[in-house]
C-alpha cells in the first residue's frame, strides 16, 4: 500500500527518468567519448531537487537496465522508500521498493524491444 508520499516520490523519480532518457537520446546524436560524462538530471525524489549527476553514458545504462534503479546524488537517497544498492563517489544507485514499482515500471521508456510487459512484476527472480 503506497502512501501519497511514496507515491509523489516514485512519481517525480519517473518524470526524471523520462528527461533523462531524452538527454541519453539526445547524446547518443553527437559524438562522445567512451568514458565521457554526462551531466544527467538527479533522479532522487525530492521535489525541489535540481541538481545534475555526472555518469558515463555506460553507466547510465547500466542503471536503466532496471526499471527500479534510479542515480541519485549522494545523500539523496530517501530511507524509507528505497535502498542504496551502489556508493560511488559522483552518484548512489538506488533501487526503489517493490511497492513503487508499478508506478516507475508504467513510465518507463517505448523502445523496450524484447522486454515481454508483466516482466518487472515482483516476484521475478532477480537477475543479478
Ligand atoms: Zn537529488
Do not use: W
Not at 523520462?18 to 547518443?28: A, K, M, S, Y
Not at 541538481?51 to 542503471?63: A, F, K
Not at 542515480?71 to 552518484?91: K, N, Q, Y
Amino acid at each position: 500500500m503506497l502512501d501519497a508520499r511514496k507515491r509523489r516520490i516514485a512519481e517525480n523519480e519517473a518524470r526524471f527518468r523520462e528527461i533523462n532518457d531524452r538527454l541519453d537520446h539526445d547524446v547518443r546524436t553527437v559524438a562522445t567519448e567512451p568514458g565521457e560524462m554526462v551531466d544527467f538530471v538527479c533522479e532522487c525524489g525530492k521535489l525541489d531537487c535540481a541538481l545534475t549527476v555526472s555518469l558515463t553514458l555506460d553507466e547510465y545504462r547500466h542503471v536503466r537496465d532496471d526499471d527500479r534503479l534510479f542515480a541519485v546524488l549522494p545523500g539523496h537517497e530517501i530511507g524509507d522508500a528505497e535502498d542504496v544498492i551502489s556508493r560511488g563517489e559522483r552518484f548512489f544507485v538506488v533501487r526503489k521498493h517493490a511497492e513503487a514499482a508499478p508506478i516507475v515500471s508504467a513510465q518507463g521508456p517505448t523502445d523496450r524491444s524484447g522486454d515481454s510487459p508483466g516482466a518487472n512484476l515482483p516476484g521475478r527472480a532477480p537477475s543479478d
